[in-house]
């Protein structure tokens, strides 16, 4: 798993992607722009990227800790399911410390589903 690390590409992400929202977390996701500044080999190109985030609304440190890795946790499982020309945002929200995994990693696999069909139609009118 190849993660975001830069806030720069955190952000690109929160203002020109998508993003699905579920009680247990928020998933933006954009396709990912070539930009010369950034030096990937040839197999990081095709590996879709994620970043995790969680802000002191989750809680306290522990509770953020716990949050992402929860969420490093469910990429892990779904990671081969997803487009793989994508960038993805993970953010825990307060319940995700105590939601049900199972439920978390449907709610994760069902945007992982549905986002790539979102960014293919920005835009577009129908």
Do not use: C
Request: proline residues 2%.
């Amino acid at each position: 798993m190849i993660t975001l690390k830069k806030r720069v590409e955190f952000v690109r992400i929160a203002k020109q992607g998508q993003k699905w929202v579920s009680p247990g977390l928020i998933v933006q996701a954009m396709r990912r722009p070539v930009l010369r500044s950034e030096s990937l080999s040839d197999d990081e190109e095709n590996i879709a990227r994620f970043g995790f985030t969680a802000s002191k609304k989750v809680g306290n440190a522990i509770a953020r800790n716990k949050a992402k890795r929860r969420l490093r946790s469910l990429v892990r499982e779904l990671e081969a399911n997803v487009d793989q020309s994508l960038d993805f945002v993970l953010v825990a929200r307060h319940s995700t410390v105590d939601y049900d995994f199972a439920k978390l990693t449907s709610e994760t696999e069902r945007a992982f589903k549905k986002l790539p069909g979102l960014i293919a139609t920005k835009g577009k009118r129908k």
